[in-house]
């Protein structure tokens, strides 16, 4: 899509065309909010379009829905593959004909008397509210290893990863106790020699328990929320670890055996505590994604933590500023498919209320 003439005419900037910002522009444009989304990609589909080969959501398509339109079943597939998933989140900016532009990046957010000022490589937009949906993808958290710098194999961030095949018959140190580490090192364990290190015991979800029953716990916390009821919590978070069939499989064949984190790195490996070493020849980190919000600045500084301070998806430091899909602190589940959804349709109503106060303070 084109630019706008004049941009500035827009009330409300969606910064990110994911999965997160394509919720919140069906609330926009059902609300008739006259908005823009700027994408940073070239492509629709948001973080989907960059997982590894074999990704794939942890429940059935259905238990999976943006706003308005359920996702196809993907047929063959209980469980969605990244592609499939990709490919809805682009038939759905189609379906709805939402104003997404790209490839546009946003360099910086500014303050205003009226206005936001969003500085793009592509021109200024002037709203009255931003909702910022960019997620994480773009900033792999890499914590320090001690001497890993020193290692002369292979290092590479889960971001990076795309199939076990290019690791074939190697050694592979495989650092996270999270859903990614669990599902990459189920697959390399197939074809090469892996260990796998965690800074704590991994925690495993019971076999039973898959998306479709985190759907459910998402539906009924959100129901006793919104009726004012406290919140009984329920299974493990939806940090700990889904046994999909690869996860399980790999159990079964007792590739599933974390061991503690190695005290330092040698160039040609890594050592542990007892003094035991042993020899790798790559080293992948599955340890996560930080909040992607560097273009927030210089009008919002996060915290020590690297969040911004929010009352639900509202910045506490500029009101006008919803952040929004960036996990359990700007809503329940937010960094999920339905729980952008869910979080979208309130950061939406607040945007709207704003925009009403804003109007009846102009006349």
Excluded: C
């Excluded at 205003?112 to 900033?139: H, K, M, N, Q």
């Excluded at 984190?261 to 994604?289: N, Y």
């Amino acid at each position: 899509m084109e630019l706008a003439a004049r941009a500035d005419d827009r009330e409300v900037v969606v910064i990110g065309g994911g999965q997160a910002g394509l919720a919140a522009s069906y609330f926009l444009r059902r609300a008739g909010v006259d908005f823009a989304v700027l994408d940073a990609a070239s492509a629709p589909g948001g973080a989907w379009r960059h997982g590894w080969d074999s990704l794939r959501l942890f429940s059935p398509a259905r238990y999976s829905p943006l706003p308005g339109w359920w996702m196809p079943e993907q047929p063959g597939e209980e469980f969605p593959t990244a592609g499939h998933v990709a490919d809805y989140l682009a038939a759905y900016e189609r379906r709805y004909a939402l104003p997404v532009l790209r490839p546009v990046r946003v360099r910086q957010l500014r303050g205003g008397a009226e206005r936001l000022a969003v500085d793009t490589d592509r021109g200024t937009w002037r709203p009255r509210a931003v909702i910022s949906a960019t997620g994480t993808r773009g900033a792999p958290h890499r914590p320090h290893h001690p001497g890993l710098e020193r290692f002369t194999g292979r290092v590479l961030h889960s971001a990076d990863y795309r199939s076990p095949a290019e690791f074939r018959g190697q050694r592979v140190l495989v650092i996270g106790g999270g859903n990614s580490a669990a599902q990459i090192l189920a697959e390399l364990s197939a074809v090469a020699d892996t260990t796998w290190a965690t800074r704590r015991p991994p925690r495993f979800m019971p076999d039973d328990v898959d998306g479709r029953v985190l759907f459910d716990l998402a539906t009924a916390r959100h129901a006793a929320r919104r009726a004012g009821l406290p919140d009984t919590g329920g299974p493990a978070a939806l940090g700990d670890i889904v046994v999909v069939p690869p996860v399980r499989a790999a159990r079964e064949r007792g590739a599933l055996r974390a061991e503690p984190m190695p005290e330092r790195f040698t160039e040609r490996g890594a050592v542990w505590s007892d003094g035991s070493e042993r020899p790798f020849d790559a080293v992948l980190q599955a340890t996560g994604f930080r909040p992607d919000l560097p273009h927030l600045a210089p009008l919002l500084r996060p915290g020590a933590d690297g969040r911004i301070t929010t009352e639900g998806t509202r910045s506490l430091q500029d009101p006008r500023v919803h952040l929004l899909g960036y996990g359990d602190w700007t809503g329940w589940a937010s960094a999920t498919v339905v729980g952008a959804a869910r979080t979208a349709k309130t950061a939406v109503a607040e945007v709207t209320a704003l925009l009403r106060e804003d109007r009846a303070q102009t006349r």
